[in-house]
């Protein structure tokens, strides 16, 4: 069932492999911030190109799934699929397993996968996390009980969050007024100066608003 929508697939991979490899090597290599920024605009695209077909495959898995659902295998592709799946669905399919997988390890990976989703969902009390704020000193979400709080998860090499953070400040300044916070999470671990400059070139136009790494 796989086969034929992995062959089509294959080229668009390789594409976005190759785009990515360069990207990683220009980043090794310390070149300027504009062109590291095209690059991984590139990687991006090549693999936007392919995502018609990943989602064709996808649809694959799932009849696959529909048609043999206490199988192992299902068990496994309901193991990777969870975070791309609604938590009534995976619940629903996690359900259908027999209690044999669902007691082995794999089926308890996916119970522990589907709680978290379910934290995340809609309607679901936020998850409490502390870190290091830009200012200096901790962050915590708790701090901010009681208004409306946006959480935006980002990094400086993502082009799309970049081009995302003067929708942001647009926000900020239409709904501050009213209790509206936003926090930003950076995911740059291993270069914290680079979400640090980007951030305070921000952060003038946030007020009181947070970033943390």
């Known amino acids: ?11 668009y991979n390789e594409a976005y492999d190759k785009a990515n490899m360069a990207y ?15 690059m991984k605009e590139a990687a991006n695209a090549a693999k936007d190109a392919g995502d018609p077909i990943r989602e064709e495959l996808s649809a694959v898995h799932k009849q696959f799934m529909d048609k043999y659902p206490a199988s192992f295998a299902t068990a496994e592709m309901l193991r990777y699929m969870i975070s791309s799946m609604k938590p ?3 619940q629903a399919r996690y359900d259908k397993l027999p209690e044999s997988i669902r007691s082995a390890s794999t089926g308890k990976t996916i119970k522990n996968e589907i709680d978290k989703l379910k934290k995340g969902s809609p309607g679901a009390i936020a998850t409490n996390f ?25 990094a400086s090499w993502c082009v799309p969050c970049r081009k995302g953070n ?48």
């Open 1 to 11: 069932m796989e086969a034929p929508v992995i062959a089509r697939l294959k080229p």
């Open 24 to 38: 990683i090597k220009a980043r090794q290599e310390g070149k300027d911030e504009a062109t590291l920024a095209k």
């Open 88 to 90: 009534a669905e995976a």
């Open 130 to 154: 502390s870190s290091e704020e830009l200012k200096g000193g901790t962050l915590s979400l708790s701090d901010y009980k009681g208004k409306y709080v946006l959480v935006d998860f980002w």
């Open 166 to 213: 003067q929708h942001l400040l647009s926000l900020y300044a239409k709904y501050k007024d009213k209790g509206f916070e936003i926090i930003g999470v950076s995911d740059d671990d291993s270069k914290p100066e680079n979400w640090k400059k980007q951030w305070s070139r921000m952060a003038s136009g946030y007020g009181n608003m947070c970033c943390a790494d």
